[in-house]
């Protein structure tokens, strides 16, 4: 059974920076893709980003330029680094692994199967 915990949520003043961690259990993290999607009150869960098991990353929109995603294999640890963050960004942010070994990382809810139990992000403005 695979878990995923997040962590380094919280409040932040707009502008300001945080880093989420993504700790995985499980012996083949490294080649699996990673995502990070977040969900706002009222609103789907959208993506935000993901890095493929060779470390190739793709992001949202919304995001390119601000955010940064990175793993470390060896720690089972995937990161993303939020820089000029809005108040738009205020979200439950969730990492998730995707489905097959060694595949493109996707940016599609259904590319995962397994997700952590997401951690809190409020940018005030």
């Known amino acids: 059974q695979v878990q995923l915990v997040e962590s380094g949520g919280g409040l932040v003043q707009a502008g300001g920076s945080l880093r989420l961690s993504c700790a995985a259990s499980?012996?083949?993290?490294?080649?699996?893709?990673m995502g990070w999607f977040r969900q706002a009150p009222g609103k789907e869960r959208e993506f935000v980003g993901a890095?493929?098991?060779?470390?190739?990353?793709i992001s949202a929109d919304s995001v390119k330029g601000r955010f940064t995603i990175s793993r470390d294999n060896a720690k089972k640890t995937v990161y993303l680094q939020m820089n000029s963050l809005k108040t738009e960004d205020t979200a439950v942010y969730y990492c998730?692994?995707?489905?097959?070994?060694?595949?493109?990382?996707?940016?599609?809810?259904?590319?995962?199967?397994?997700w952590g139990q997401g951690t809190q992000v409020t940018v005030s403005s």
């Open positions: 499980g012996r083949t993290f490294s080649s699996y893709p």
């Open positions: 998730a692994r995707g489905r097959n070994m060694y595949s493109d990382s996707g940016s599609a809810v259904d590319d995962y199967e397994y």
């Open positions: 890095i493929s098991w060779s470390g190739g990353s």
